[in-house]
């Protein structure tokens, strides 16, 4: 089955509809929802930022990226 994630936290929904009608924790836009990563699912995910590799969204998302530019502190994947 198709799993859908938060591209600002990793956090997978059975669903698009369930994923964007649930309160994102880390979403740093000051909206209050997660959005869905619109790239494949990896076995490696690399932000576009720094070039840093995680196995998994939800490992990119606990950590801080030095490199973000939008004064944002995450790392944010490459699709
Ligand atoms: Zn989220
Ligand atoms: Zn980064």
Redesign the pocket.
């Known amino acids: 089955m198709a799993k859908f994630y938060c591209e600002y936290c990793g956090q997978s929904y059975s669903s698009v509809h369930l994923l964007a009608q649930s309160v994102c924790p880390k979403n740093p836009n000051g909206g209050r929802n997660h959005k869905l990563y619109e790239g494949s699912e990896k076995s490696q995910y690399t ?1 576009k ?4 590799q995680y196995s998994s969204l939800r490992l990119m998302a606990g950590s801080i ?4 530019p939008n004064g944002g502190k995450n ?2 994947p490459m699709l």
């Open positions: 932000c930022y720094c070039g840093h990226c030095p490199k973000n790392h944010s």
